[in-house]
């Protein structure tokens, strides 16, 4: 509960500060897009964010970061789940070399960038995607729980904003190579 409220806390601060930030910096859309895409920690809040930098172009730009960086983690979840079952334990107990959710992922990805699509199910795709954001930034407020941020104490804020600062500034070199 702890991670989690401090992942909602750190990333939607970096949500609403980072587009004013890099507009301030005078990065164009595809620079504030990419910026943070790379250094916001939830899909919905690279969207909010996005949406703030002026949606369009650096909405856009965000999204596709943020879902190669999420992507990305198909490697590793598939080293960790070999890790896993090379760690032995009984057979009923391995964890799945990867996750369903993470082939279904891959699949999708693959099947709409190279497949004919019909318009009613990209529209209706599109509705259902607009549905699931929106549950899924209620739960990501649902999720955020005070009482467990003050238990959490000074040192474990402090913690969280600085590797969420980190992140942030770890993408700032790539997204000014643009």
Do not use: I, N
């Not at 509960?1 to 890099?22: D, F, H, N, R, T």
């Amino acid at each position: 509960a702890a991670a989690v409220s401090l992942v909602v806390l750190c990333g939607s601060v970096v949500m609403v500060a980072l587009p004013g930030v890099a507009l301030l910096a005078g990065l164009d859309p595809v620079q504030v897009g990419a910026w943070a895409g790379a250094s916001t920690h939830e899909v919905g809040q690279v969207v909010v964010a996005g949406g703030l930098a002026g949606g369009g172009t650096a909405l856009s730009v965000a999204v596709l970061v943020k879902l190669g960086r999420v992507l990305l983690l198909a490697p590793v979840v598939a080293v960790l789940g070999w890790q896993a079952r090379r760690g032995g334990g009984e057979q009923g107990d391995r964890a799945p070399l990867v996750p369903g959710f993470v082939v279904a992922f891959v699949l999708l990805a693959v099947a709409r960038t190279w497949l004919p699509l019909p318009d009613l199910l990209l529209t209706v795709a599109g509705g259902v995607q607009d549905l699931a954001l929106a549950v899924a930034m209620a739960a990501l407020g649902c999720a955020l729980r005070p009482r467990v941020l003050g238990a959490v104490g000074g040192r474990g804020l402090a913690l969280a904003a600085c590797s969420t600062g980190l992140v942030v500034l770890l993408g700032a070199p790539v997204v000014l190579a643009l």
